[in-house]
């Protein structure tokens, strides 16, 4: 299984564009990169999913570069209801493991 | 949008009694998974189950747990004699193929006493 490593935590104000890179050295051929949202007592919520180059959905983007080691999840103009915990998965198996997230604090 | 059920919302029982957790995932996925996550940690993968049978579990899906698909619609982690430790959210998860996003419940709180 692919590990990823991603920072802690992260803060930032309203209005700026965030980008959170996550980090998955041995990420295998099959694998996709998914990103998931967690607000506090809730299941994780699915953001995004890529394989490679440049996704991008209403709510992220998602680059992956061409050696599929790393991925860097932005979200445009952060809004307080931004913070929250975010998950970066490689997906492919039956053994879907999540790691410990990056803790994002949106300040006003 | 379809989505994931889980009942109760919260669960409250003695230390030594058995639960069952329900859960209805979406009705046209075929893999079901089942997370818990202790107050304040990470999500913690318990059990993935595929076509009426266990595909992976990890260290912590040990005899006291296990999965039922009882029904075709009713996806169910049993408790057989609760500890304290087994306090937690537990969130049930569904995808309907391979490298598609999870989708979520919106858990069910287990509290031990």
């Known amino acids: 299984l692919a590990k990823t490593t991603q920072p802690i935590s992260m803060d930032s104000y309203e209005g700026q564009e965030v980008n959170i890179t996550c980090s998955h050295n041995n990420i295998a051929t099959n694998d996709y990169i998914t990103w998931y949202q967690q607000f506090p007592s809730q299941g994780p919520r699915f953001i995004i999913q890529?394989?490679?180059t440049k996704v991008t959905n209403e709510v992220a983007s998602l680059f992956i570069p061409a050696d599929r080691k790393s991925s860097t999840l932005s979200l445009p103009r952060v809004s307080l209801s931004d913070t929250a915990v975010y998950y970066c998965?490689?997906?492919?198996?039956?053994?879907?493991?999540f790691g410990k997230g990056t803790r994002l604090h949106i300040l006003p | 949008e379809p989505e994931v059920t889980q009942t109760p919302s919260h669960q409250v029982t003695q230390m030594g009694q058995e639960v069952i957790l329900r859960c209805v995932p979406i009705?046209?996925?075929?893999?079901f998974y089942w997370y818990r996550q202790i107050l304040g940690q990470k999500v913690e993968f318990l059990v993935s189950?595929?076509?009426?049978?266990?595909?992976?579990k990890s260290e912590i899906f040990d005899d006291q747990f296990s999965v039922e698909r009882p029904d075709g619609s009713n996806f169910t982690l049993k408790i057989r004699s609760t500890k304290l430790e087994d306090s937690a959210m537990y969130f049930c998860a569904s995808i309907s193929h391979w490298n598609s996003p999870l989708h979520f419940g919106n858990g069910t709180r287990l509290t031990v006493t």
């Open positions: 189950f595929y076509n009426n049978e266990i595909s992976e």
């Open positions: 998965l490689p997906t492919r198996d039956d053994k879907i493991i």
């Open positions: 009705s046209n996925h075929l893999y």
């Open positions: 890529g394989y490679k």
